[in-house]
């Protein structure tokens, strides 16, 4: 097996790339940076989307929908926001095509100037703040919980399937409050919901922790992110959760009548996390013979093979395979039954596995006669031979233990895959080996970027519940009260 | 009541503006065109979405993403197609801001000039048709049955909240067919999924027909659509499906492969429903009072609100609440229990009858004694008093009740809303009293832009299954074949 693919060893880079589009999950569009997410890449999207939005829900939150457009001149009334976004996004300046006089195809018809140029929405914290503004007039009004589920568009040079691309997918919500504590409460609660769903869901085990002030959100006060280690030792940050303070309030003139009849700045945050999770997704766990899947993002969690020559055995395995199918899905499992004759067993078995589907049921005509199947499962490829009658609970609970293993898999990667260090040669050597480096800094941009210039590593985080510790920068020698995490990264 | 609206009668486009407003459906945003969708609106359009989606699915298609942005160059590929959408875009032709060196605020950076324009996407046939040349090789790649839920952007200059916005949601499907029989098949079940949801979730009549030459889709060979009647005696295409022929295939040279070893051009269908379908319900249904919803798509089912003196009283009057909402949630309702003592009863009464909530229960200190409750229909305003026990088993009738009385209320005004005419004064007579009008044409495109010049009215369809019938066209008097349906629209 294997033959599909490069292995990881050989080129990570290479690997990632082909199976993202040898998966059918994903492949460049005609449109520069832009991807088409295939059908089988956007299933897994529906069931990233449909758990998130039942959190997002049991935690109070409504969905929304606002503009795709931002007036030129809102992305310049946050000073920090516009100095992060303005670099690179798409510009609408007309409305306009019409026919080329010359009368080869059209062009842009130059009457059809827009007054003011629009902005194809990066983030839209701005024309979110400018809607609330009519939203709240007093402490009645508030919290408002909103949530969006969106495509932005930031124009990046260098881009990957899912991990950076111009247009993607997403959710950002934005929430209003009347006290800080209230929104810095909020800020972290949706953190933890991150952090549960990439746990649960994708079963990747992430770091909470805080960004410095140097890998903060444009216009926040405070970055919360999740962190995960992919399998060749770089970080990649799956979620962000931002406490804005007041600044979009400020930008906006977005106050509310207190309790006490007093006007109050409102206080802001926003938090979000994009397709970008199906980059984290897909190398947190797959292997060289494709994708693997947990069984609570798995499009199909049981694929149903029969092994049969010519059309009587066909039809006999059809019986047994649909039976199978139906008390699975009775079950509460997705369910291919593929006995299409147009493609041989083995081509359908690397076929299933390249797109890693959790659990494959495969019987020939001796298991029919003697009233088993062979079951095998995707993460460790250990197959076995079962009675037929046990298919349905062994499928069932290999669900469950499939996204079990995977998930305790990458936490012991992990685990192996923290280092500590008190020297520059130390950090030097644990960087090239990968992973995360928990290392003492001095606290100052300066010495971060310095680090960045000289390894680049980023602070990726500065962990939650960080233990305080007396230390010396690992560059500059200078005091240090905790260490924080480097990492190369995605 | 009607305190909060502007009443049909005396202005019924005010009053649809004022409903959108103040139910809190949606809003203007600040980008010309472009609306807010507020919580309330979405929630309903999220359920639209997912009764939709559910149908897409069970008839085989799945879903996927393409591009926001189309190259300007893809556009004047289909002659027709480009003449259609050309007109009305917003074209993105920077990648970039920069500050403006007088320091104030950010300005289009004209080194960042795209070589060649892009255009947001107004519909995607171009994009995903270029796509699709590289998905199909053979026979056995077809056919292909995607969907996207996505935005696009129709640079209109008169906009109306879900009638007509710059931007606005929906869902485009695309089909791709070895044969013109399975294509044609496939753009008339999916005008049957469009008219059976119309019809079953939206309680909301339509007629299904094709449209002239004249109405079609640019690039399309037949647009087949469902018509709705909306109460002020204008029609409302509510949704259409497009067989396309291979003017797709041939613009972009998707060939396949054949069973006989030949290259063939691909035949395709499109079809898709927006956030116009908003629109269509609104106006359907709603009354002085406010919106009327059915119980299939409201995001409250049932609102129970307690008629309380003090907090003694309400603490009782809780736990009958949160009872009632409970039992009412495991039959499987969606419930809103408003005790809040900020607001008056009559208040929340008026609140969510604006808001359409299909039924409420109250009750007050004689009832809490009595043992009984009020029960209050919003689509017929009755109210009875019953026993607390019978509360639940009401409230679930009242959903099959209501979803059924309001579709029969519609069926009858349109059967009232259809004349037949055979003369021009007829036709005019007609015209001015609303509704659809059935009448002989000439079956030519002059004519019908005449009629339309003179009276603003248009072909909605040729109904399908149109009995043939001799006649006379109504303008020009010539010779014609069967009546098609007339209708000033939306």
């Given at each position: ?14 690997w ?14 005609a ?25 997002f829900?049991e ?6 929908y606002f503009?795709?457009?931002i ?19 798409a ?19 130059p009457?059809?100037?827009l007054?003011e ?25 508030l ?24 247009e ?16 810095e409460?909020?800020?972290r ?24 002030a ?35 309030a ?40 494709g ?7 798995a ?17 006999k ?15 509460g ?5 593929d ?46 031979t ?34 500590k260090v008190?020297?520059?040669?130390e950090?030097?050597?644990?960087l ?43 560059l ?12 190369i990264?995605?």
């Amino acid at each position: 097996m294997g033959k599909f693919l490069t292995s990881r060893s050989e080129n990570y880079s290479q690997w990632y790339n082909e199976l993202v589009v040898k998966a059918d999950l994903a492949e460049n569009s005609a449109v520069r940076g832009c991807m088409v997410i295939k059908p089988y890449g956007y299933a897994i999207w529906e069931k990233m989307h449909d758990a998130l939005d039942k959190m997002f829900k049991e935690t109070g939150h409504v969905n929304a929908y606002f503009p795709l457009f931002i007036p030129k001149s809102f992305l310049s009334r946050e000073a920090d926001h516009v100095e992060g976004f303005a670099k690179e996004c798409a510009v609408v300046t007309h409305y306009r095509l019409k026919t080329n006089p010359d009368g080869s195809g059209v062009i842009v018809d130059p009457e059809a100037k827009l007054e003011e140029e629009l902005i194809v929405r990066p983030t839209s914290e701005t024309i979110i703040w400018s809607t609330y503004k009519n939203w709240i007039q007093s402490y009645r009004d508030l919290p408002i919980l909103c949530n969006q589920w969106a495509n932005v568009v930031r124009w990046e040079m260098r881009t990957r399937l899912f991990l950076r691309t111009a247009e993607f997918l997403w959710q950002e919500g934005h929430t209003a409050h009347a006290t800080k504590e209230e929104a810095e409460v909020e800020a972290r609660k949706m953190l933890d919901v991150y952090a549960k769903f990439a746990e649960e869901f994708m079963a990747v085990p992430v770091i909470k922790g805080v960004k410095t002030a140097n890998e903060r959100f444009a216009g926040a006060l405070d970055t919360y992110c999740i962190e995960a280690l992919m399998q060749d030792g770089k970080a990649l940050q799956a979620g962000t959760s931002h406490f804005l303070g007041q600044n979009f309030a400020k930008a906006f003139d977005v106050k509310f009548l207190n309790k006490e009849g007093k006007q109050e700045l409102v206080w802001a945050t926003s938090w979000g996390v994009s397709t970008r999770l199906m980059g984290a997704l897909i190398m947190s766990h797959s292997d060289d013979n494709g994708l693997v899947l947990p069984p609570k993002l798995a499009p199909i969690q049981v694929v149903i093979v029969p092994i049969f020559k010519g059309d009587e055995e066909n039809a006999k395995m059809r019986e047994l395979g649909n039976k199978l199918k139906a008390d699975l899905e009775a079950k509460g499992l997705s369910v291919k039954f593929d006995d299409r004759d147009t493609q041989k067993p083995g081509w359908k078995f690397a076929q299933y596995e390249l797109q890693g589907v959790p659990v494959r049921i495969a019987f020939g005509a001796r298991d029919l006669e003697n009233g088993t199947v062979e079951i095998a499962r995707r993460d460790t490829l250990e197959k076995e031979t079962y009675p037929v009658g046990q298919a349905v609970d062994i499928c069932t609970k290999l669900m469950d233990e499939i996204q079990a293993n995977i998930y305790k898999k990458a936490l012991d990667f992990r685990a192996a895959n923290i280092t500590k260090v008190d020297t520059w040669e130390e950090f030097e050597a644990a960087l090239a080996k990968g992973g995360f480096v928990s290392a003492h800094w001095d606290g100052t941009t300066e010495t971060e970027v310095a680090i960045k210039e000289k390894t680049k590593a980023t602070i990726r985080c500065i962990p939650l519940g960080n233990p305080l510790e007396e230390g010396k920068c690992i560059l500059t020698g200078k005091p240090s009260k905790q260490r924080v995490l480097f990492a190369i990264a995605y």
